[in-house]
């Protein structure tokens, strides 16, 4: 994935008639690229679970380019991260709806965000898998097997219930079951939460 990203930048910036391996140049290609991305309809990495302007969604598609493809390290604002949120579709439902007696399951700053990149974005990912034990792949495993049959169940739910399919913010994972591909990002995922001391 990480080499797709590559290819994608270095064939944007050709487009642009600039070269890749300049720095400028890859920031721009960057940007053009994920206003590319953010522009895209109908099946597209990108989801569209609220209305956000189309420079706002062009600038967090690009952060989550930097971020999660290429393992930058950036300082955004709260407007910026508030945006990549509202991009993802985790909020404002997430920050909003509860369900019985729980508070919304997404709290703290949006800018989090930013720092959990480096766990959960690709470049930990690679580095958490390549590094991990056996025991440490069981246990994720497991978790990722409850991840993968109860999660989707939970969220399609709840949608049916509120009347909302991203009711929580989560419709994203709704479909997960959908996409065994994604047991690839999961089992790595996982790992990398569990190393970061997160449950």
Known sequence: MTQTIEREISQQARRLGLDPADNGARSQAIEALARTLAAKRGTTPVPRHGRVRADDRAR????MVRLFGLGETIEGTAAEAAAVERVLGI???GRRHAIADTGPWLTGAAEDLFGAASIVGLPGLL????DSSEADLTAARQTVIALFRHLP???RMI??????????????MGQIDQHPESVLYLVPMVIAMM?????
């Open 60 to 63: 967090a598609v690009a952060f």
């Open 195 to 199: 190393r970061a001391g997160w449950n």
């Open 153 to 155: 169940l939970m969220v």
């Open 91 to 93: 909020a404002p439902n």
């Open 159 to 172: 949608g049916a219930m509120f009347g909302d399919d991203n009711y929580t913010g989560l419709a994203g």
């Open 127 to 130: 580095g958490a898998v390549t």
